[in-house]
Structure formats: C-alpha cells, structure tokens
C-alpha cells in the first residue's frame, strides 16, 4: 500500500513563494508518475503538475504554468511543487497523488491510483 503524505502548507502573503513536498513512504517513487491537484471551496479539483517517473516530462495547468515549478528527487521519494507568484486565488488544499504508469502526465483524477490526506495552502491579499 503505498503511503503518501503532503508537507509545507501555510499562510502566505500575496506574491510570495511557498515550497510543497510529498513523500511516497511505502514504495520506490521511480516506479510512479506523480502529480499535484488542488481543491478551493466549493470549487472542482482542479490539476495543477504532474510529472513521470524520471522527471523527464512535466506537464502544468494553464493557472499555474510559468509560476509553479514541480521536481523530484527519486532517491528521496519525494516530489517538491515550489509556488512563486502566490495569489489569493491560488488558495486551496494541495493533494499530491500517484500513478502506477510511470510514463504519464494525466491531468484527470481519475487516473491516479493513491491519494495524500492534503496541505493547506491560504494566500492572503
């Protein structure tokens, strides 16, 4: 079963920058694309990064493309999202999730095999 678990949300000021970590505890993070969605209130997850199993592709949505910045570090079994450019309308809770087809970049939740419990992210304006 693999484990995966969201760190470094918080409250940050508009424009700053926020660095997000996501940890595969149970199994070699290589094996597996991975990937970053978003959830406001009362609004669809929405996708935000995902990358395949050497980081070879990564792939953006379009609100985020050009601020964000999604990496990883399979020796670590860990993927990072770095948040530049943080706007209110970027507040949401951040799930990191897993996909056993490691040469994938889906944009669909449907996709993804395991899910973390998510980080809060609050921008403030």
């Known amino acids: 079963q693999v484990q995966v678990v969201e760190s470094g949300g918080g409250v940050v000021q508009a424009g700053g920058s926020l660095r997000l970590s996501c940890k595969d505890s149970q199994h070699t993070a290589s094996h597996y694309s991975m990937a970053w969605f978003r959830q406001a209130p009362g609004k669809d997850r929405e996708f935000v990064a995902a990358?395949?199993?050497?980081?070879?592709?990564?792939r953006y949505g379009d609100s985020v493309k050009g601020r964000f910045i999604m990496s990883r570090t399979n020796a670590k079994n860990t993927v990072d999202l770095q948040m530049n450019g943080l706007t209110p309308e970027d507040t949401a809770v951040y799930f990191c999730?897993?996909?056993?087809?490691?040469?994938?970049?889906?944009?669909?939740?449907?996709?993804?095999?395991?899910w973390g419990q998510g980080t809060q992210v609050t921008v403030s304006s």
């Open positions: 990358t395949t199993w050497n980081g070879g592709t990564t």
């Open positions: 999730a897993v996909d056993e087809n490691p040469y994938l970049t889906s944009s669909s939740g449907e996709n993804y095999d395991y």
